[in-house]
């Protein structure tokens, strides 16, 4: 009867510690975790749009986000601002360049800095990417997650200069 025994406690031993059974069960795990992982970028996809869909799913692995890639138009003697949301600390890198018009004042500030710079008080801001009288801007820098302004300013009294501004606007983020 021992005999008996011991070679089912082998197999049930072998089947709990066995290198296959562990194996196929990792296996199994890993094609449950990338099916979850799909059908929730589908429902994102078809909920907010298939480039939501891709940042969230560049956020979540950290992957290099493009955050802008615009034209943005200025009028003289005003400012604007576009709000950036970095879901992640890594390098921003902002390139700017006037396709045609006025040089520009350029800042980057925290969010909680834009009530500041709207009432023309003073106001934080990083100089790593300052820039004025600029129609050509090329910055980087490593910042931490969360919301910031990119800020544009035409300061000229667009008497003897142009009445507006038009900006090509390059934003990056890479981890």
């Known amino acids: 009867m021992s005999e008996v025994k011991q070679p089912q406690k082998q197999s049930i031993r072998s089947q709990l510690f066995g290198l296959e059974s562990n194996l196929k069960g990792i296996r199994r795990m890993i094609v449950v975790v990338l099916c979850l992982v799909v ?3 589908v429902i994102v996809r078809f909920a907010s749009g298939e ?9 979540l692995l950290q992957r290099p986000i493009e955050l802008k890639n615009s034209i943005e138009n200025l009028k003289a003697t005003s400012s604007h601002g576009i709000g950036l949301n970095l879901p992640y600390s890594g390098t921003l890198s902002i390139e700017a360049s006037v396709i045609r018009g006025n040089k520009i004042d350029i800042y980057l500030i925290p969010l909680d800095q834009w009530d500041n710079f709207k009432a023309e008080k ?7 990417f300052k820039a004025e009288k600029t129609k050509n801007y090329k910055r980087d820098s ?3 997650s969360g919301n910031y302004y990119l800020v544009f300013r035409d300061s000229s009294l667009g008497i003897l200069s142009e009445s507006t501004s038009d900006i090509k606007l390059l934003v990056n983020l890479v981890p």
Do not use: G, H, I
């Open 122 to 128: 003073f106001f934080n801001q990083f100089s790593e």
């Open 51 to 59: 480039k939501a869909a891709n940042t969230a799913t560049a956020a």
């Open 39 to 41: 059908f929730v970028w």
């Open 142 to 144: 490593r910042l931490s």
